[in-house]
């Protein structure tokens, strides 16, 4: 299942005021439940063989400042991590311009490494996750000046 596939279904259980959903096939699990605020993964499995090259992508969502900014949000739940390796040097700092198929940072979901693209064209301004750690399905990650 896709990144895109996963957000439709989040839309469609904001939209419907569902709380709960589930799907299941051969190679894929997902269960999620919706509080009060954004809906939550509650249990993934991913297919054994990730596909080579398919990321998830973050789409830019202008910020209610007035200042202009823009944020990447993580388009899933998992563990937000700045550098490829921990001897690597970070995708992105504050001050590295961006474009939309820039890689900015990696989440980790079910043991799985997605890359997260910028998809928007800019400048880094503010890093707003610590490396390591835990981050929720929407929660911005960066913010961008656009160009």
Partial sequence: MEIKEIKRIVELMKDNDLTEFSIKDDNFELAM?????????????????????????????????DDGLVE?????????????????????????????????????????????????????RKVLVDDATPVQYGQPLFLVEPK
């Fill in 33 to 65: 439940k919706r509080g009060s605020g954004e809906p939550q993964v509650v249990y993934a499995t991913a297919p054994a063989a990730p596909v080579a090259g398919a990321a998830p992508v973050a789409a830019a969502i202008p910020v209610d400042e």
């Fill in 72 to 124: 990447i949000p993580s388009p899933i739940v998992g563990t937000f991590y700045r550098k490829p390796a921990p001897d690597a040097d970070a995708f992105a700092q504050v001050g590295t311009e961006v474009t939309e198929d820039s890689v900015v940072c990696i989440i980790e979901a079910m043991k799985v490494m997605n890359e997260i693209k910028a998809e928007v064209r800019g400048v880094i």
